[in-house]
C-alpha cells in the first residue's frame, strides 16, 4: 500500500473510520463486524435473529398510487 500512496510509518493501519483493515502481502480486507456488533449492544440486540435481507423474498411491491414506478431490486 505504501507504493501505491504516500503515508506516515506508524505502525500496521488495523482500525480506521469504524473499518478493520487486515492487511496482506497480494490483498487488503476491509470489515466492519465491530462496528455491527458495537451498535447492535448498544441497543441490546446481540442476541437478535439474523436476516440476510430487510424484507421477505415473497413480498411483491407494486407502484404507489400516484403512478410513480417503485425500483423493487432495492429491496431484493
Not at 476491509?30 to 413480498?59: G, H, W
Amino acid at each position: 500500500m505504501q507504493r501505491e500512496f504516500e503515508m506516515l510509518m506508524m505502525g500496521e493501519l488495523n482500525y480506521f473510520l469504524r473499518l478493520h483493515i487486515k492487511q496482506m502481502k497480494t490483498r487488503t480486507f476491509l470489515s466492519q463486524t465491530k462496528y455491527c456488533r458495537d451498535v447492535l449492544r448498544n441497543f441490546e440486540m446481540e442476541n437478535c435473529k439474523e436476516a440476510s435481507t430487510p424484507i421477505s423474498r415473497s413480498f411483491y411491491l407494486d407502484g404507489d398510487e400516484n403512478g410513480t414506478a417503485v425500483d423493487q431490486t432495492k429491496f431484493i
